[in-house]
């Protein structure tokens, strides 16, 4: 079993940043990625960025490209999502999952095994 639990969440005016945590526990051993996910009301769970845990190589969505940042901390068994130029569309609730395999299509929420409850973010315009 594998626990995320996501912090940082929070309301912040259009322009401004916020950095969210998802710390990690359980069977983490075998893990190949982390990702973030975003659900905003009435819309699909969508892919935000990923990083792998080895070598830490990252990809994004293009609507953050530039404006988020991925990062980890393997001691800490933490990720990171530094989330700068915030725009009223960044509103969701942000998901952490991990992925025990590297898909093609990455991008799909499928592809991940265990999922964080979720933070709420908001950004007032």
């Known amino acids: 079993q594998v626990q995320l639990v996501e912090s940082g969440g929070g309301l912040v005016q259009a322009g401004g940043s916020l950095r969210l945590s998802c710390a990690a526990s359980?069977?983490?051993?075998?893990?190949?990625?982390m990702g973030w996910f975003r659900q905003a009301p009435g819309k699909e769970r969508e892919f935000v960025a990923r990083?792998?845990?080895?070598?830490?190589?990252?990809d994004y969505a293009e609507s953050v490209k530039g404006r988020f940042t991925i990062s980890k901390d393997n001691a800490k068994n933490t990720v990171y999502l530094q989330m700068n130029s915030l725009k009223p569309e960044d509103t969701a609730v942000y998901y952490c999952?991990?992925?025990?395999?590297?898909?093609?299509?990455?991008?799909?929420?499928?592809?991940?095994?265990?999922w964080g409850q979720g933070t709420q973010v908001t950004v007032s315009s």
């Open positions: 999952a991990d992925a025990w395999r590297n898909y093609r299509d990455y991008m799909a929420p499928s592809k991940y095994n265990y």
């Open positions: 359980g069977r983490t051993f075998v893990r190949y990625a």
């Open positions: 990083i792998t845990w080895s070598g830490g190589s990252t």
